[in-house]
């Protein structure tokens, strides 16, 4: 009598530890609790468990749910019939886009206005039946919350500008990307994701594992400009899947690490510690590669960098002073060093008074994979021109990204002879040469591409 009265049942347990119980399990087995019976099945709907699933794979907001008129558990089976096979990426996705439309809404409006709605689930199925392959989950899950955007300029996937060159990429549409979509030896299986109309360049996301790519890996394409055949496709890195690159991109623009300049998204890498203060006057360096007007082969690296120059709005007025001269001394991966000097900087002469800030931005190239600059600005003081005092230039590394050379070169790298390129100039800063860059003065962006790379 004793033992039999000490057997309970399921339904004889109190609610609030089964429901803290059920309270750690995932999606799916809450699910299959409800098949169980009666008590399960009663207790698996309650509202707060599927509240927490809700949250954490449609990133549902409560006035969402009071629109909507439904239960946290109905809604959430509403978000999993439409989107069910992107679970895993939907909600970091989701995030992304948000995180980006809110930075962007009072910074640059007409990026936010030039987005897309989602594409429809059958119209990412008829584009893969139009190709031929299948699309990545996360991308597809990306388009369903935005296809890409209207071709516009600037596009929001960022810009560059210098006095001659400029680009600004556009993230494509479904329809216009699959336009592109590449069959052509040397780029079989690749989708264009972006597209500049100023340079043509594209960003290419890989839909296959084919000619030495991997699967989902996003590159900018780059011809092998040595070799005779014009499948030698090199290739710059830039992401190992989706999620990774737009995710990663998004976070370098919400938090400041991209600049916004004049309603642009500008792609420069500032390192914190690129920063040096002598006196009363700061100097800050940024930095970008543009893979558009680089090669692997021959190894041609072209990097611009953005210098920023401040007096403190606590200097004397008498501190004020004007940029005379810079010097800069230049290493490259090998340690080859170059020193080089010159007047002014991009043909100016910046006065500087408390609370003012001078900016220009510069370009350097060079054939090993890295190199360093540092150097100094010569000022003299307004009020007494025989003070001249040195300001020095925090030394910044630019290192070219990671490429991939084209299955083409290493297959034919034991038949054929090359020769070797050398390039022991890295350019100069600041000055261009005719017949090859020492570096070059850029001012304003405009223009077009420098003929002499």
């Given amino acids: 009598m004793m033992a039999a009265a000490m057997v309970l049942s399921l339904d004889n347990l109190p609610s609030d530890p089964l429901l803290l119980i059920l309270s750690f399990l995932d999606f799916r087995d809450l699910m299959s609790c409800s098949f169980v019976n009666r008590r399960l099945n009663e207790l698996s709907g309650h509202n707060p468990l599927w509240k927490r699933h809700c949250l954490k794979y449609w990133p549902v907001t409560e006035s969402e749910k009071t629109q909507k008129g439904q239960t946290w558990k109905d809604l959430f089976r509403w978000y999993y019939v439409d989107l069910g096979r992107y679970i895993d990426h939907y909600s970091t996705l989701k995030k992304a886009w948000d995180d980006l439309k809110a930075y962007l809404a009072q910074r640059c409006p007409r990026m936010i206005e030039s987005l897309k709605e989602g594409a429809k689930e059958e119209e990412l199925d008829a584009i893969e039946a139009q190709i031929g392959c299948k699309l990545p989950s996360d991308y597809r899950c990306s ?117 916004i300049i004049r309603d642009q998204i500008f792609r420069y890498v500032h390192d914190k510690q690129c920063v040096a203060t002598t006196g009363d006057i700061t100097v800050s360096v940024s930095t970008s590669f543009l893979p558009e007007l680089s090669s692997v082969h021959p190894p041609h690296f072209f990097f611009t960098y953005r210098i920023r120059i401040e007096m403190s709005k606590s200097a004397l007025p008498e501190s004020a002073c004007q940029l005379d001269s810079r010097y800069w001394k230049i290493t490259n991966a090998n340690g080859n060093v170059e020193e080089v000097r010159g007047p002014g900087v991009v043909g100016e002469f910046p006065v500087m008074t408390p609370g003012k800030v001078h900016e220009y931005a510069s370009c350097t190239t060079f054939s090993t994979t890295s190199e360093y600059m540092e150097g100094h600005y010569t000022f003299h003081r307004l009020s007494k021109k025989e003070e001249v005092f040195d300001v020095r230039i925090p030394r910044f590394h630019m290192v070219c990204p990671t490429f991939r050379e084209s299955v083409v070169r290493s297959n034919a790298v034991n038949n054929v002879s090359v020769a070797p390129f050398h390039d022991d100039n890295s350019s100069d800063t600041d000055e261009y040469d005719e017949g090859e860059l020492r570096g070059m003065n850029m001012a304003a962006p405009a223009g077009r591409c420098p003929r002499h790379i």
Avoid at 158 to 183: C, K, P, V, W
Wanted: proline share 4%; aromatic share 12%; hydrophobic share 35%.
């Fill in 143 to 259: 388009y369903r919350i935005h296809n890409g955007q209207k071709l516009v300029v600037p596009g929001l996937m960022g810009s560059m500008a210098l006095s001659n060159h400029y680009r600004s990429e556009d993230l494509l549409d479904i329809e216009t990307a699959a336009g592109g979509f590449q069959q052509r030896k040397g780029m079989r299986q690749c989708l264009p994701l972006t597209f500049c109309f100023h340079t043509g360049l594209s960003q290419y996301l890989a839909l296959e594992s084919t000619e030495g790519r991997t699967r989902s890996e996003i590159f900018y394409h780059c011809p092998d400009q040595m070799a005779q055949d014009p499948s030698a496709i090199d290739m710059f890195i830039t992401g190992s899947s989706f999620t990774e690159w737009f995710t990663s991109y998004v976070h370098n623009v919400v938090t400041g690490e991209y600049p």
